[in-house]
């Protein structure tokens, strides 16, 4: 119906071109709220093939989007894209301590011939946290055997950006305690108001140290011999069975390898096909700023990590009010509350009187568009009296979640985000993509054979290792978990949260950790319906019937799900 009579935004009416595409760049430009469910309906039809975001890329390159269907809408970055563009392009305000080009030899730096056919070996595109420790172990495995390889590193030569928090733990069994800024002794959660909803997870937390840890990888990647090449991706192609890939650059360049693998974030999925028949991916989104403020309001010792308290309702633009009253509304069933995704607030201080604060919605299968959140971030520091002195930075992070897995039979590899390996009840993944990228690399090399050839069995043995039967297990487990908080309320995901931290620690730092076996997963899932309250343990058999659990009933017990 709207793409023949029109769709009325904001009181006026938008015109409806014959071209779905057209309309929806239309309608993006007057309402980027009612963007969002638009453009994600076309997408969810298929009826859109690109889509145009109003700047460039200088993570991935693209300044245009191919997309299939709603999770690669999803994927790179749906209604909110020229945001997470936005983030990507903030390369300029920050320097590295060492560039790339100027540390690692270029493609054919030792060649004698500079139009050899094979560019490297093994080409890793993307260089951020997964791309450069997946290309260091892959040229640090193959100089253990001792098989000569040439590792390759393709992409933009930018410093890291986005701000990365991960458990202080995790990072240490990795060696990554020097990669870390500011460590704190404990994260805090608030479920609710009252001394009820307070609980200290016992467990440290820290910010990553950005420059460290891009110039560790760095270091190993220089140790390893990989090699480097400061290109953009347009897309990679095979040359048949057995004769290798062709990654071609934006300049017009074509560079030949055996296997291509793809590390440079989720928005590069559409290079590969995924399954079918499972629900679609989701997106975290949070707004923050790095600020200087006169106080800090929270306990400087402890990180401030999930605060669910409700500072945001109450007198701003008119939100959070009742029509024909005057007075904030701050009591958890107050209205509007119900339909409101729930978002967080999410702060730590930092040294010389700054602080970052961040508002940030867990999962929504409809991202949150940013401005909602900056508004509901903006509102959180005025009623906790805190004082913004400078704001020093912004940050635009956006992040898909869940979705389909990449199927096995894709002769492209991928790793980090591009592979799904993002969590998809938390978010994170850079933990998890930096203790992966070892095993990964040795099935890479391991797949080669003696013959020194790379094939489509080379990929689906590689494809095999990283998303297991028993790996797609946790997955689709922490599926139906991504789903069920989307779509809980602010006093669900309150209850969700004061039964999740009351498991056993292994329990839910395993979660956390995607560190449980499918069978510890059960046992999780039993203990959280042992302690969950009345209310939530019939939405968690509810959500049994929700097709999410279909998934997993499908991927848990494959046989009865064929019956």
């Known amino acids: ?11 006026r009416r938008v015109a409806a071109p014959r071209d779905g595409s057209a309309l929806a760049s239309r309608v993006a430009v007057a309402a980027p709220w009612h963007a969002r469910v638009f453009c994600r309906a076309l997408a969810e039809k298929g009826e859109r093939e690109r889509l145009k975001p109003s700047t460039t890329s200088t993570s991935t390159g693209d300044d245009t989007v191919g997309m299939r269907d709603v999770n690669d809408y999803v994927r790179g970055g749906g209604s909110e894209r020229r945001w997470l563009l936005k983030q990507a392009g903030k390369t300029s305000r920050r320097t590295q301590s060492r560039k790339l080009g100027s540390v690692l030899r270029g493609f054919h730096d030792d060649d004698d011939d500079e139009a050899v056919e094979k560019a490297v070996d093994v080409m890793v595109i993307g260089c951020g946290p997964a791309g450069m420790a997946l290309a260091c172990a892959l040229a640090e495995e193959a100089s253990r055997l001792g098989n000569g390889m040439k590792v390759g590193l393709l992409g933009p030569d930018v410093p890291f950006v986005n701000t990365y928090g991960v458990w202080e733990d995790e990072f240490l069994d990795l060696g990554l305690s020097h990669c870390l800024e500011t460590v704190f002794d404990d994260a805090v959660c608030h479920f609710g108001d009252g001394d009820q909803g307070a609980v200290t997870v ?16 760095l270091q190993r990647c220089q140790d390893a011999g990989v090699r480097f090449r400061e290109e953009i991706m347009e897309k990679v192609e095979r040359s048949g069975e057995g004769g290798g890939a062709v990654v071609r650059c934006r300049g017009g360049e074509a560079l030949g390898c055996d296997v291509a693998i793809l590390a440079s974030g989720a928005a590069t999925s559409q290079f590969l ?13 949070a707004y923050g700023f790095e600020v200087e403020v006169d106080a800090y309001p929270f306990d400087e010792k402890k990180m401030h990590f999930m605060d669910f308290r409700r500072h945001h309702t109450g007198v701003w633009r008119g939100k959070a009010l009742h029509p024909g009253m005057t007075r904030a509304l701050t009591e958890e069933g107050s209205w509007g509350t119900k339909t409101e995704v729930p978002s967080f607030l999410y702060a730590m201080p930092l040294e010389g009187g700054r602080a970052f604060f961040q508002e940030t919605c867990l999962v929504a299968k409809d991202a949150v568009p940013f401005d909602v959140l900056r508004r509901r971030l903006e509102t959180r520091l005025e009623s906790l009296g805190v004082r913004v002195k400078a704001v020093l930075d912004e940050e635009w992070s956006y992040i898909p979640v869940g979705g389909p897995l990449p199927n096995a039979d894709n ?5 980090g985000a591009t592979a799904n390996m993002i969590h998809p009840a938390s978010g994170y993944s850079v933990a998890r993509s930096l203790k992966a990228a070892p095993e990964f690399a040795k099935d890479v090399m391991a797949a080669y054979g003696e013959g020194r050839s790379w094939t489509s069995s080379s990929s689906r043995l590689v494809w095999d290792g990283l998303w297991s039967a028993e790996r797609r297990k946790c997955a ?3 599926t139906f978990g991504m789903e069920l908080l989307a779509l809980m309320d602010v006093r669900s995901i309150n209850d969700f949260f004061l039964a999740f931290f009351s498991l056993p620690e292994g329990l839910w730092k395993g979660f956390l950790s995607s560190s449980l076996n499918s069978n510890q997963l059960l046992l999780f899932a039993l203990s959280m319906f042992a302690v969950a309250p009345v209310h939530m343990k019939a939405k968690l058999v509810g959500h049994l019937f ?3 659990g ?3 009933m499908r991927i848990y017990m494959p046989k009865a799900s064929d019956a």
Do not use: N, W
Not at 1 to 11: D, K, P, S, T, Y
Not at 207 to 217: E, F, I, P, T
Not at 273 to 285: F, I, K, L, M, R
């Open 1 to 11: 119906m709207a793409a023949r009579c029109g769709i009325l935004i904001r009181g």
């Open 202 to 217: 016992g467990r440290r937390y820290a910010k990553v140290d950005l420059d460290a840890l891009q110039d560790h990888l």
């Open 273 to 285: 096909e995924y399954e079918e028949d499972v629900p679609s991916a989701g997106a975290q989104t």
């Open 411 to 415: 002769e492209t590899l991928a790793f």
């Open 476 to 478: 689709a487990f922490h």
């Open 546 to 548: 929700h097709p999410a």
């Open 550 to 552: 279909a998934y997993l």
